[in-house]
Structures are given as structure tokens and as C-alpha cells.
């Protein structure tokens, strides 16, 4: 009997030691289940992933085939294009070739000269400094360069930065522009104004300006004390890791990765050399970049780094400072154009599709030197940007910017049946 007992007791001690235990014990496994509380959003994920990689699959076969009916039709050499949306870089690409005689094709990292999109940037650095308090876009020219004189001393005196960054000084049409392809520098260019009588007052009247737009970098360095190179690198180029940029000719010739400019003889293009020309005048045309950089500005343009700069401290540089007027230019005759205007360094246009369609704005400019020709546009309302980069010249660029918000539209907004099993 004690021997019984003692058997049921031991089993009772076997079966509380184990109840303690199992009370303690968590499964190596559990981990797992906890951190994957929710299937269906794994499923979603997989979802947003696949529906991606779809899109994905059809931008580059789309571009594929627009780029390369350009190039067979020879309106085209080589073309760096860069699209974003949002916060996503969701193309930084090239077709075609470097060089027409060459078989090295275009990518992401080879490097084009931009030309006047140049100006863009050179609007954002102003309103930059602006949000710095080191100048202000009413600050008056002559304050800085006392040896600027434009017409009498009154007409003088009402020139401002805003007007040289909106090209409504009221300087003849591409005035000096000789002169800044001769190298001379902005600060004897500068003075030279004087010599010329003004068509307008100040701000009246839009005529598009390479020289008097340019003195907006002397501008910057009599009020901080550094030149348009270093404040360019150091506000932008730098924290934005836009690694490929240069704004001078040495740097650009011992690039490997470069596009080359042709120029057309008959049907056919002939490899030209980089020239040395506007790299005295930066702020409108000096800056050499990439497509993959290209990108990297768009997205800060657009607001993705809140940190180099704050949409609001930019937002003066996209508001239509004067209206531009006609119908003949080719932005003008875009699908919906509305009407059109010029910020600081930025022409402003306003689109609709359709009668029943909402307005929409774009932030656009184009470039050309030395048989480069580019096109950058924004499309704030819809958190999108493309800048397409092209080697010689072409008729292309008319129509690439609405040509490729189609392209765009078609894939991104339209909806895409996906298998339920994934």
C-alpha cells in the first residue's frame, strides 16, 4: 500500500513539474508567427511588388521601342532619359550610342552638357540663399555691381535679381550672347551694358537673355562671398550625391563615359568635340550631368529632400514672374496647352487634357550648346519628372516631354489584372 503510495506521488511531482515547465516555455518558432501577424498584408505586398515589376517590364519595352524607332529613323545618336515618381527613380537609363561611329551605347552614367537647363538651377540656388536671408529676389543689381550700368541711372536703379532670373530686364533678345560664346568673363561682361539701350522697363516685357541672365552669379558672389561652382556643390550637388556633375570643359574631356555632339551632314550625323564655350557663364548653360544625377534633382525638386531644401523656400522659383505670349513656340502647341509663363530659371505652363479635365501645371525647360539638345519637365500634380538627354540635334525634342507623360500614363494609370494566386 505505501509502495502504491509512493508510485502516484512520484507521478503527481512528474505531472506539476511538467505544467510548471510548459507554463515557461515558449516555441523556437514563435517568433516567426508573431512577426507575421497579418497575411493579408504580405499578400498585398506581393501584390504592389508584382504589379511593380509588370509596369516596370512595359516603361522599358515602351521605351525601348519609341527610343529606337528614333534612332533607326536617324533622327536620334544616343539619348540619356531619366523618369521619377514620387520618392522612386523608376528609369535612369540610355539608348542608342555615345558616338554615331562608335558602337558604346548610352547608360545611366554617361554625361551630357545641359545647356540653359542649366538656368533651373541656377533659380533654385537664388531662391536658396533667399530662404538663407543672404539676398532677396527684389534686391536691386547695382548694390552688388556698381559698375552695371543699363540705360540712364533711373532705369538702372530698377533692375533687379528677379528680373535677371525671369529674362525681363528689358534687354534685346539674346543680348551679348557673342560675347559669353567669345569667353569673356560675366564681370566685364557685366559692365558692358551700358552700351546698349533698353527695349522695356524693367519686368515689362519677357526676352530671353544668356549674358544678362548670367550676371545673377555675380550677383551671389558679391553677396556671399563664393563663387556659382562652390555654392551650387555644396548646397546640392553634394548632399544630394549628384557624384557625376562638373561645371568646367577639363573635366567633361577626361570623363570616359561621355556623349559625344554630332552635327548632320545630309542623313546621316558627324561626331563633333566638346567645345569650351558658357562655361564662364554657368548659371545659364556651364553644367555637365548625367541621367542618373538628373534623377537625383528631379527628386529634390519635386520635394523628396526636405532636408537640402524645403519645397516652400522653392516655391517663388515656379511662379510665372511674366506671361509668355504667341502660340508659335513648340511648347505652346503641347496636346492641352493652356498658357505659359517664366519663373526664375523655369518656364511654367499650364495643361488640360480635356474640356471636363482638371488643369494641370508643368515646370519645364529645354537646353541646347554645342549641338546638345535636352528637355527636362516636371509635373508637380502628379509627383513626376522626366529629363531626356540628347547628343546632336533633333526634332525629337518638340515632342518627347508630352510623348513620354503618354507612354507614362498609359502604364501607370491604368489598371492591371493580377492572378489571385501569387
Given at each position: 500500500m ?6 502516484f ?11 510548471l ?6 516555441p ?6 508573431i512577426?507575421?501577424?497579418?497575411p493579408i ?22 521605351l525601348?521601342d519609341y ?7 536617324g ?18 537609363d ?14 545611366g552614367e554617361?554625361?551630357?552638357r ?7 538651377f541656377?533659380g533654385?540656388?537664388?531662391?536658396n540663399?533667399n530662404s538663407?536671408?543672404k ?10 555691381l ?7 541711372q ?7 535679381l528677379?528680373h535677371l532670373?525671369?529674362?525681363?530686364t528689358?534687354?534685346?533678345y539674346?543680348?551679348?550672347t ?9 564681370s566685364?561682361?557685366?559692365?558692358k551694358f551700358?552700351r ?7 519686368g ?5 537673355q ?6 545673377s ?5 558679391k553677396?556671399?562671398g563664393?563663387?556659382i ?9 553634394k548632399p ?10 577639363k573635366?567633361?574631356m577626361?570623363?570616359d563615359?561621355?556623349?559625344?555632339p ?16 558658357y ?5 545659364a ?8 544625377d ?20 522653392m516655391?517663388q522659383?515656379?511662379?510665372?514672374f511674366?506671361?509668355?505670349n ?5 511648347y505652346?502647341?503641347w ?20 474640356e ?11 537646353g541646347?550648346?554645342n549641338?546638345?539638345?535636352n ?8 509627383d ?6 540628347i547628343?546632336g540635334p533633333?526634332k525629337l ?15 501607370y494609370?491604368?489598371?492591371?489584372a ?5
Open positions: 505505501s509502495s502504491t503510495k509512493l508510485f506521488g512520484a507521478i503527481i511531482m512528474v505531472l506539476l513539474l511538467f505544467v515547465t510548459a507554463s515557461s516555455f515558449k523556437e518558432h514563435s517568433k516567426a508567427i512577426s507575421n501577424p497579418n498584408k504580405t499578400l498585398a505586398e506581393k501584390r504592389e511588388i508584382k504589379l511593380y515589376n509588370i509596369r516596370q517590364k512595359a516603361l522599358n519595352e515602351a525601348t527610343f529606337n524607332k528614333a534612332i533607326t529613323s533622327d536620334i545618336v544616343g539619348a540619356g532619359v531619366s523618369i521619377v515618381s514620387g520618392d522612386s527613380v523608376i528609369l535612369s540610355g539608348y542608342g550610342k555615345r558616338s554615331f561611329n562608335s558602337k558604346e551605347t548610352v547608360d554617361t554625361l551630357f545641359l545647356g540653359s537647363i542649366s538656368k533651373g541656377t533654385v540656388l537664388a531662391a540663399l538663407e536671408g539676398l532677396n529676389f527684389d534686391d536691386k543689381v547695382a548694390d552688388y556698381p559698375n552695371f550700368h543699363f540705360g540712364n533711373q532705369n538702372t536703379q530698377k533692375i533687379e528677379a532670373l525671369s529674362h525681363t528689358g534687354t534685346p539674346h543680348s551679348y557673342d560675347l559669353v560664346e567669345a569667353g569673356y568673363t560675366m566685364s561682361i557685366s559692365e551700358n546698349i539701350n533698353p527695349i522695356a522697363e524693367p515689362a516685357q519677357y526676352s530671353y544668356n549674358a544678362m541672365f548670367s550676371i552669379q555675380e550677383v551671389m558672389l553677396a556671399t563664393k563663387d561652382q562652390t555654392l551650387l556643390t555644396d548646397k546640392f550637388f544630394l550625391g549628384m557624384n557625376s556633375v562638373s561645371m568646367d570643359h573635366t567633361l577626361n570623363t563615359n561621355i556623349a559625344l554630332h552635327v548632320r551632314r545630309g542623313h546621316s550625323f558627324k561626331t563633333v568635340l566638346p567645345r569650351d564655350n562655361y564662364n557663364a554657368i548659371a548653360g556651364g553644367i555637365n550631368a548625367n541621367s542618373t538628373m534623377a537625383k534633382w528631379m527628386r529634390f525638386l519635386l520635394g523628396h529632400n526636405p532636408d537640402v531644401m524645403s519645397k516652400d523656400d516655391a522659383v515656379f511662379k510665372p511674366v506671361e509668355l504667341g502660340h508659335r513656340k513648340y505652346q502647341k496636346p492641352g496647352h493652356v498658357s505659359s509663363g517664366y519663373g526664375f530659371g523655369w518656364r511654367i505652363h499650364t495643361v488640360k487634357e480635356n471636363n479635365a482638371p488643369e494641370e501645371t508643368i515646370w519645364h525647360h529645354g541646347s550648346v549641338n546638345y539638345r528637355e527636362i519637365a516636371l509635373f508637380p500634380d502628379s513626376l519628372g522626366i529629363c531626356v538627354l547628343n533633333s525634342v518638340k515632342t518627347v516631354i508630352p510623348d513620354l507623360r503618354s507612354i507614362i500614363k498609359s502604364i494609370e491604368q489598371e492591371v493580377i492572378a489571385t494566386s501569387i
